[in-house]
């Protein structure tokens, strides 16, 4: 039984960000509107790839990249630019301001703790109007590691300036609740996105269907 | 310009393993065929960040739970068991043959170096009447660690008892020539499945649009 943790750090693309208006854009570019869940995965693969080999690239980078191989190479610049320009417009899960009022009402505080950059998740929060629930934007960009290596936890604690034990990792993919885990944090999944929990990662401590459940579950949970 | 191999290590899944035949087998499941390709992304990713995390799960384990998270859980284990027992039958592409007999005449010998097990490599060559041409099935399995970090590439190498300036790894996977290359091999890409080398990657030294376009140029590299 976990205890009530102090702070809350949040996945944010797919977690608090929704994609789904990049997929219109996907059409737009003469994509299938179908590849947007594909790309994702892709890009992810890709950063994971690109950390294992010791190296690192940033998520706009890794995107774009990503984004020109599923087309085989048969999109121009503009097209991947209209694509990714979507990312400055997209909106927030309609789970996440209500989770995030559960979460403060009861002193938990908040930070986000992404593969992307600060400033696409600042300007996510801002343009959603969530800046306020949030102390700090953390991107694994300043460890040049993607996802879930134990030293992106550690680093976004160390910057929390909290031991592990005072922290939960909450996140739609059971990856990082994974890694998270093996760090020492608290863990909170919500089956959204995936439906199913990856028997290959370690349990998350709390699971709900979305945010909402999620930080209800840790908003109650004794000190 | 690189100098003729001494040895190819050759990917194989989708590589050398065509997984076309699984997909009816998604579709006999109720899984949308198009799901094929998804969940291969996904497997490779959930692979890597297992070895990002510090763990290692096998392909086989890491195949199931993946296909189960497409299904969102609404997969029964004889469904898995259907889909997964497609590979013990799964066929080469068709440049494969010819691209081995074209290395193995010009005196250029190969092994497999696969995220996959032995067993299920061993039993594909043999099924496939490829296994005249492979001097060794390497798994990552012995290094528990998935493609690209640098250690599965010098384990290889080890296994091979080459230098890596004698060993040109083979793949269709950008991600894959990407680590070998930072391990100091040589290295081949095929464009057959990906149609687009992801510029995240470090450029393979050979491209070609099958394997038998880049054996014709490995086995005419001086040497």
Known sequence: MPSRPRAVAFDVVETLMSLEPLRPRFAEVGLPPSLLE???DRL?????????????EPFPKVAAAALRTLARGELDEDAVAHVLAGFGELPAHPDVESAMRTLAEAGISMVCLSNGTVETIA???????????VDEVIS???????KPP??????????????????????????DCHGAKRAGLT??????????????FTPADVLGRDLVDV???LAALPR
């Open 44 to 56: 992810l693969r890709d950063g994971m790839a690109l950390t294992l080999a010791g190296d690192y």
């Open 187 to 200: 863990t909170g999944w919500a089956s959204r996105l995936e439906g199913h929990y990856a028997e290959v």
């Open 215 to 217: 930080a209800h579950i």
């Open 150 to 175: 134990r030293r992106v936890y550690e680093y976004a604690l160390e910057r929390m300036g909290r031991p592990a034990y005072e922290v939960c990792l909450v996140a739609v993919h059971a990856f």
């Open 38 to 40: 594909r790309w994702f």
């Open 140 to 146: 694994v960009a300043d460890v040049r590691s993607w």
């Open 123 to 133: 300007g996510f929060l801002a343009h959603n109007g969530l800046s306020s629930y």
